[in-house]
């Protein structure tokens, strides 16, 4: 009897220690005085209940929660270190001021110092660039100013950004800096292929990232990896209309950082100005920067400009001068079962440097053909050294 008695006695306390160990809180925005209105500002609720859920100090959980509406944000910065993990569950939709100019600190939406951190919930986030964008002058002005980014990362560590709809953001929509441990899954980000510096994922000084499922239709590039990237995996990007999947520019500035390990792998292009694309600008630096350690897999080009490029004399604006040296050593580049259409008349180019030639650069099973006005496709090599296996339509100019 007694015996029978401490079982059910310990099996109880069992399952109570199961359950406050998964125990998790909400902090609904409501309850801190969110309205779904479409004009009221949210942003002090926001803040109030981000506050409070980064606080609190149970077992599982902490989710800020914002239910279906439309609510008026102005710009939010979300700080760590917070106690528990951190779950940002958007469910509805998130507005962004229209003026530009009505942005103190740069971006809008800005995650600071979390480590374990879920942002996504099936809701969108609505940038409202369209008037922003008459006044993005970078093309023409180097010390143009810099507008705001939707959702910006800086040093989180072991992060999961999931199920979100990034509409028009003013400049980027998603960038990464000094994270680690990241998944970011199931995003479709669109912007008119017009509209400028639109970049849908940006990413530097972060290793450890994965980028999967994700539709990105813009005007600047899908994917940008930039200085200090490492150790990335992209898969099921859909990338179209926009600038391609791009590694770089690099070589630009002192204290820059190399790139490398990176695989992009079962992704489609639809009508982008680049398919894969690795670019540097010429410069004499300090110090030598390596972009290594690269496998393009399983890629197909639907009707793209400039299908596969290596550019080591990048410029994107004025003033272009030549220099005629590089200070970035690119290596270890893997093509492999590349398919589909260029509207152009090059399929591959590689344009390296002569005082820091392309090393192994592989090409396996190539098979890029004309579509639009194009009648025939050519690759075209500078400075590049690696080798071919299996088909390669157009013929290959690496040896
Ligand atoms: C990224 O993918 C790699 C290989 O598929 C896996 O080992 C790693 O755990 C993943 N990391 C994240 C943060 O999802
Ligand atoms: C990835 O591969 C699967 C299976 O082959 C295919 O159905 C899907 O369209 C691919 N995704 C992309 C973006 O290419
Ligand atoms: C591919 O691009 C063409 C035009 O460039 C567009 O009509 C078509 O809908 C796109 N395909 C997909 C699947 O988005
Ligand atoms: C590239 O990969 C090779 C083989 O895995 C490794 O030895 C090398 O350190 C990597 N290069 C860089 C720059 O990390």
Same mark, same amino acid.
Do not use: A, I, L
């Given at each position: 009897m007694g015996a029978k008695f401490l079982f059910v006695l310990s099996l109880l306390v069992c399952i109570a220690e199961a359950h406050r160990q998964i125990q998790n809180k909400l902090f609904n925005v409501i309850n801190y005085g969110a309205r779904s209105d479409g004009n009221t500002d949210n942003s002090a609720a926001f803040l109030k209940a981000w506050s409070d859920a980064c606080r609190w100090s149970g077992k599982g959980k902490a989710t800020v929660l914002i239910p279906q509406g439309t609510y008026m944000l102005k710009e939010v910065v979300f700080s760590g270190p917070c106690n528990a993990w951190m779950n940002f569950h958007i469910e509805g939709l998130l507005k962004a001021p229209s003026d530009p100019y009505s942005f103190k600190n740069g971006d809008w939406i800005n995650f600071r110092y979390v480590n374990k951190l879920t942002v996504g919930g099936g809701g969108i986030l609505y940038g409202q660039g369209s008037s922003a964008w008459k006044t993005n002058d970078c093309k023409k002005n180097s010390n143009c100013r810099s507008l705001p980014i939707t959702m910006k990362f800086d040093f989180i560590t072991n992060g999961y950004v999931h199920d979100m709809h990034s509409i028009? $953001?003013?400049? $980027?929509?998603f960038v990464l800096f000094g994270c680690e441990n990241m998944l970011l899954r199931g995003l479709k980000i669109t912007a008119p292929k017009d509209s400028p510096n639109t970049d849908g994922i940006k990413i530097g000084m972060s290793k450890g990232i994965n980028i999967s499922s994700v539709n990105i239709g813009t005007g600047d590039d899908c994917i940008a990896m930039l200085s200090g990237t490492r150790n990335v995996r992209i898969s099921d990007v859909f990338c179209g209309p926009g600038h391609g999947i791009s590694v770089g520019s690099l070589g630009g500035n002192e204290g820059e950082e190399d790139i490398d390990d990176i695989v992009v792998k079962n992704c489609t292009f639809n009508?982008?100005?680049?398919g894969v694309r690795i670019k540097s600008w010429e410069s004499q630096l300090k110090k030598t920067l390596v972009v290594s350690n690269f496998t393009y897999e399983d890629i197909v080009m639907n009707n793209v400009q400039n299908p596969i490029v290596i550019d080591q004399d990048y410029c994107s604006h004025p003033p272009c001068i030549k220099k005629g040296v590089s200070s970035v050593q690119i290596s270890n580049v893997a093509y492999k079962n590349i398919r589909g259409s260029g509207n152009t008349k090059v399929a591959a180019s590689f344009e390296c440097s002569q005082n820091k030639p392309c090393q192994n650069i592989r090409m396996e099973n190539i098979n890029l053909w004309p579509s639009g006005h194009s009648k025939k496709l050519n690759n075209v090599c500078l400075f590049v050294k690696g080798a071919t296996y299996g088909t390669q339509n157009p013929p290959s100019c690496i040896k």
């Open positions: 028009d $953001s003013k400049q $980027s929509h009508g982008t100005s680049n």
